[in-house]
């Protein structure tokens, strides 16, 4: 008796359907998809935080300001007009980072990489509590962080171009690989405020590392800064979006004043003193505000309205302390800052610890729907909890969240500068291994660059989703290992690149060895 075909068989053979240039993309997507569904109902509708409660409260009450994005805001206010809810944006989150995860692994595979050991570090990302948590987050920092990854690799693939000689080649797929650049670039810009410097700070690396398409990079950039300055500058304020208090601007410059003074009191002069001592006495600025590690420690302590009034002296004492001991100014920013440059963490006692968002929302919505809350009577109240549709899933992906950090693992699933530093040596082994290619390498690091460096210039406290967005990156840097492999004699070497251009280009490349192998055979033979 024949048996009907079984499913699996069924299943192989539409498999095997599938272009085989299009079999990785979808079995990363599928997979990550799946994972992050399953912390989707762990959290559902979402993971939220302070400032979470703050961007429903401020859309659902006509309460728009720009010290948030707008952006983000604008999609938070879609989710609720459309729904009622907040689980559609969450749910778009996962579908993204999904999508963008299988698009990081096409680009590794521009360069050569496997697709076993991509797929396995976008699977990693998907899997571990930090990363794969991160993106049900009702936070702009969610969608910030799956634009860092859009650019990364987006720019992966036009270093693999590079590397094949094709900088000069001016087709369809090199517009789009702009376009999703670009799109890369406005949502590090949108999605989180003065994070263009990211851009700004990557700019250079791009230029040394894409030869050919230097006018190109330069020109999205310069759209990119535009774009952001006229929103921030002109359509938003006339459109009625307010600015926030003046004091939220500048608080970095009052809390560089405050460790300034706490570590040199004797350079500050007597008109100085007398500006300050008009906003908090002076042992208070010295003292508790002197705290390098969180500036809310400095806001807390300050008379806001008083600073508010008395700002434009105040900024000019912070220029005279610039121009007189620079060193205090860079020790409280690379102090303030130490997240994003510092394996370890500083001292729990000044919050200079990790500072990791609970996966726990409390009823009173963090204060905000106290008695007399902002949020006490809001309508959204109910939709803003916690409902999860299957009780031991989020019973588990609360113990997998509360055991990652343990103190002892924060540097490694927490902590992004571990990762930055594991992307820069990842690529520098590459990169001396190939020395060929060497120079289009050093795109592959510039936008883990560019965000450390605006994590420096510009950060409040030591909050680990300020640089979650670099962990995303450097899993999916480590892959890279895999161009290390020799091939034996008479061996090709696997996962061939994909031209990924234009039908001619790709006849014609279609044989060709991986970009970082090029020039390898040679040397071996001889």
């Known amino acids: ?125 998907a899997a571990l509590p930090s990363t794969g948590s991160f993106t049900e987050f009702v936070w702009k920092d969610a969608a910030f962080g799956i634009s860092m990854l859009l650019a990364f690799a987006a720019t992966t693939r036009l270093v693999a171009r590079r590397m094949r000689g094709q900088q000069s080649l001016r087709d369809r797929w090199f517009y789009v690989q702009l376009a999703l650049l670009q799109a890369g670039f406005t949502g590090i810009a949108l999605f989180r405020t003065s994070s263009v410097t990211v851009v700004v700070a990557a700019l250079p690396l791009l230029l040394v590392a894409l030869r050919g398409m230097r006018l190109w990079i330069t020109g999205l950039a310069a759209l990119t800064a535009a774009l952001y300055l006229v929103l921030n500058y002109a359509v938003y304020p006339g459109v009625g979006i307010a600015r926030p208090d003046v004091t939220s601007y500048y608080a970095l410059n009052y809390a560089d004043i405050a460790v300034a003074y706490g570590t040199s009191p004797g350079s500050f002069t007597a008109a100085d003193k007398a500006v300050m001592a008009q906003v908090a006495p002076l042992s208070v600025w010295g003292g508790r505000a002197a705290n390098c590690w969180d500036v809310d420690w ?89 409902r999860p549709p299957v009780q031991r899933l989020h019973s588990l992906g609360r113990w997998l969240y509360q055991i990652s950090t343990t103190s002892q693992l924060q540097w490694l699933v927490w902590r992004g500068a571990f990762w930055c530093y594991a992307s820069y040596a990842t690529v520098a082994w590459v990169a001396l291994r190939r020395r060929q290619v060497a120079r289009p390498m050093v795109g592959m690091v510039a936008i883990v660059f560019g965000m450390q460096m605006s994590v420096i210039i510009a950060i409040t406290a030591a909050l680990a989703r300020y640089m979650l967005p670099a962990m995303l990156i450097g899993l999916m840097t480590l892959p890279l290992l895999d161009l290390l492999r020799r091939p034996g004699p008479g061996e090709h070497p696997a996962g061939a690149a994909w031209p990924g251009s234009s039908a001619v280009a790709e006849a014609r490349l279609a044989p060709a060895k991986p970009a970082l192998c090029v020039g390898e055979a040679e040397g071996e033979a001889r």
């Open 1 to 125: 008796m024949t048996g009907r075909p079984g499913v699996g068989a069924a299943l192989r053979r539409q498999w095997l359907r599938v272009p085989e240039r299009l079999r990785l993309p979808l079995a990363v997507y599928a997979a990550c998809q799946t994972v992050y569904l399953l912390w989707w109902l762990a959290f559902f509708p979402g993971l939220m935080s302070y400032d979470s409660i703050t961007y429903v409260w401020q859309v659902s009450t006509d309460n728009w300001t720009s010290d948030h994005s707008i952006l983000y805001d604008s999609l938070l206010w879609l989710s609720l007009q459309t729904t009622g809810d907040v689980w559609p944006l969450t749910l778009l989150q996962t579908v993204a980072v999904s999508g963008v995860l299988a698009y990081t692994c096409v680009a590794l595979r521009d360069l050569g990489v496997r697709g076993r050991w991509s797929g396995a570090a976008a699977l990693a990302v």
């Open 298 to 386: 400095t806001m807390n302590a300050l008379d806001r309205k008083a600073a508010a009034r008395l700002n434009s002296q105040l900024v000019q004492v912070w220029w005279r302390v610039l121009d007189r001991t620079p060193q205090t100014v860079a020790q409280a920013r690379l102090c303030r800052s130490q997240i994003a440059w510092g394996i370890w963490p500083g001292p729990a006692k000044l919050e200079g610890n990790t500072l990791i968002a609970s996966p726990d929302i409390p009823r009173n919505l963090f204060g905000q729907a106290s008695a007399h809350g902002r949020m006490a009577d809001s309508r959204y109240r109910p939709v803003l909890q916690s």
